[in-house]
């Protein structure tokens, strides 16, 4: 590959390295211009936060590939096998964690809305101010990024639309950032803060599923890497 053809392949990486700041510190916007009485992890932003899980993986995967264009990860297969197992075990583990995390968050909110009149009031009181209108301003200029970064990809090395793995990897960044909008946008916006939490848990089961998949690959790398060594 050209010097040319590599910088916009970077180009693209930087363009999902935007996104990725993008989801947490936006997401953390939403949150501190939610409720002050709901706690950090029920404040509103969840939704587009927990993009980054998923993200973080197809992340790592594009920077896997940005290394080796300059440089053949053969010889270092076993370490960047090694290096992406530790990563995904912590990810599926935390990925866990925000699910039990969300889910519980979501029964919550469900529960307060149902339980006429404390209940919803109460409800009300914490989560009917998001900021649904402001969230899916954050989501289109996401989405803006990720759309620029695919194209970017592919104009750099059209050949990465025949890798399978990662070709699922940016339609999931892509279709789960389209439903999280969808969501939020659909309901009207007292119960905005559920789509926010459902898209949430949509996307740590996602984001979760996919770091299992990674470490199922980790594995099989660094088995292959030892074989090689010992043949």
Known sequence: MDAAKIGIFYLGLFCFALAIVGEFSLGLVLGAM????????????????????LDLALAWTLLLMAVEMVRPIGPLAKIQGF????LSFFGILG???????????LILMVSLLLAIPFGTIVYMAT????????ARGALALLMTFKLIGTGLLVVASPALIRNK?????????????????????FVPGVVSAIA????????????TVWMLVLLIGALGSILRAIRSTAT
């Open 34 to 53: 939610g409720s002050a009485s709901a706690s950090a992890d029920a404040a509103p932003g969840l939704g587009i936060r927990m993009l980054g899980l």
């Open 83 to 86: 290096v992406t197992l530790v």
């Open 95 to 105: 990925g866990i964690a925000l699910i039990f995390t969300t889910l519980a968050l």
């Open 127 to 134: 989560w009917a101010d998001f900021p649904a209108g402001y």
């Open 165 to 185: 793995g990662l070709l699922v990897l940016l339609v999931l960044s892509i279709g789960l950032t389209f439903l999280t909008g969808l969501l939020i946008g």
């Open 196 to 207: 926010d939490a459902i898209a949430a848990l949509i996307s740590a089961i996602v984001g």
